[in-house]
């Protein structure tokens, strides 16, 4: 199980996540929108939505440098595993609050609005709570990586995640003896990945980043 997990199904769920979203996109282009309701009601909306997506991208973020970044970068540049293992836990866990904020008034808005609740599929509700069981496994894994502030924890994920990269066997021997709330933070990591083209979620490959860049827009009041 652990060489399944750790070794195979990230390249299923890499896959299928890849595949799946060019399919999608290619058969069904008007499914590709993240279904905003926020002409329903805005109300939480702003908050939510502000805190959500300002948290989440930062842990992303992290996520993608801390683990990719080669470790002979960070010793070459004098980083020490400590240091980059406190400063993991500090920034995510600050991201991880204002994340954490957003997704409830999300998710609440979602289940206790009426218009709202009418127009939420299932997928759209259980990818919000999918999110928040895996935003509450990561906060959880702060609690672990406390025991190990040599950084001698954070090396082994490291290593996971390049060997994966790199695809070289072995990655799922670099995690087999950590603690099994991190096993579990990773497998519905790539959980989520496996299911993204079939959610909301794969709006994120459409992220407008042209809109920061755009030409200044002229609006009128309408004439009566």
């Known amino acids: 199980m652990n060489f399944f997990l750790f070794q195979i199904f990230p390249y299923i769920a890499i896959s299928v996540c890849v595949l799946g979203s ?105 990818i919000l709570l999918l999110l928040l069981a895996q935003l509450c496994l990561g906060m959880w894994t702060i609690t672990e990586s406390i025991k190990h502030l040599d950084g001698h924890e954070m090396v082994k994920f490291m290593s996971w995640a390049q060997h994966i990269a790199t695809f070289r066997g072995g990655a799922h021997e670099s995690v087999a003896d950590v603690a099994l709330v991190f096993k579990l933070h990773i497998t519905l990591g790539l959980f989520i990945i496996f299911i993204w083209p079939f959610t909301r979620l794969v709006h994120a490959f459409s992220a407008p980043f042209g809109y920061i860049f755009r030409p200044y827009q002229i609006v009128r009041k309408r004439e009566r």
């Open 22 to 126: 060019i399919l999608r996109f290619d058969r069904d282009p008007y499914s590709w929108r993240s279904k905003s309701s926020q002409f329903l009601r805005k109300k939480q909306l702003i908050y939510g939505s502000v805190l959500f997506h300002l948290g989440i991208i930062t842990i992303l973020v992290g996520h993608v440098v801390g683990l990719l970044t080669p470790i002979a970068l960070f010793d070459m540049i004098g980083v020490s595993h400590g240091a980059k293992q406190i400063l993991a836990m500090v920034a995510g866990g600050i991201a991880g609050v204002f994340c954490f904020i957003g997704l409830v008034l999300l998710l609440h808005r979602r289940l206790f609005d009426p218009r709202i609740r009418a127009t939420s599929s299932i997928a759209d509700i259980t």
